[in-house]
């Protein structure tokens, strides 16, 4: 079955530096992968998405993930962080339905990252 | 905000009601989903939807009752629910290409907070 990992609870960062949250998967065949974000009582955004080709994907709000097959890892990033940037984390892969007949996503349990002003 | 709307935001209620959660997609998609989302748990996929058809039923127990009456809308009907059902629900879509395509990103409602007393 497809999977993938937060291993990070939370991740602290201050305004202006680089962020990473990592996100490690588990999938037979091609990873298509997912980021998305959700802030306090809102559902969730679509940031990014890999499907094929570059391996670095950009995505909204400045935010960009990198795809490595060899560490089965697809973590994202922003190079400055913003304070407006807290909110909750969830890395997801796609998941075929056993009976073919659909698709749906499988997502990580989530990490909050917190930026400090 | 995202072309996906869920109404009510709010509901409290009783083990012995019945209440149905709705939602709406003005997105032209093919497929809809109902998710679960609990305090520190990943989210659960509960049902699928695809082309008004339901593809999915994720082990979720009877008192959860979903409805497709077209591919623009999508409820979820309660019925003596149990304490431990409080959550967040939400609502998505996405188009759907089935096997022989891509897979696009799914586009997520606010949500319904549920509270079971």
């Known amino acids: 079955a497809q999977s993938v990992a937060q291993p990070e609870d939370q991740v602290n960062v201050a305004e202006g530096n680089p962020l990473t949250v990592k996100c490690t998967y588990s999938v037979s065949g091609n990873p298509y992968l997912f980021w998305y974000v959700q802030y306090p009582n809102r559902g969730l955004q679509f940031l990014l998405k890999y499907i094929t080709g570059d391996n670095l994907v950009k995505g909204s709000y400045g935010f960009e993930a990198e795809f490595n097959k060899s560490q089965t890892s697809f973590h994202l990033k922003k190079p400055s962080a913003l304070v407006s940037d807290s909110a909750l984390y969830f890395c997801a892969v796609r998941d075929r339905l056993a009976n073919q007949a659909g698709t749906a996503l499988i997502f990580g349990k989530g990490t909050t990252l917190s930026v400090s002003s | 905000e995202t072309g996906v709307t869920q109404t009510p935001r709010h509901l409290v209620m009783g083990m012995t009601n019945k209440k149905s959660l709705k939602c709406e997609q003005h997105l032209g998609h093919n497929a809809m989903y109902w998710y679960k989302q609990s305090a520190k748990k990943p989210l659960e996929l509960m049902f699928v939807y695809s082309l008004e058809e339901r593809v999915e039923n994720n082990s979720v127990p009877s008192r959860f009752s979903p409805e497709c009456p077209n591919s623009s809308h999508l409820f979820l009907h309660l019925h003596t629910l149990q304490p431990e059902d409080s959550a967040l629900y939400l609502c998505?879509?996405?188009?759907?290409?089935?096997?022989?395509?891509?897979?696009?990103?799914?586009?997520f409602g606010p949500g319904t907070r549920l509270t079971v007393t």
């Open positions: 998505a879509s996405s188009q759907d290409s089935g096997t022989s395509g891509g897979f696009y990103e799914q586009y």
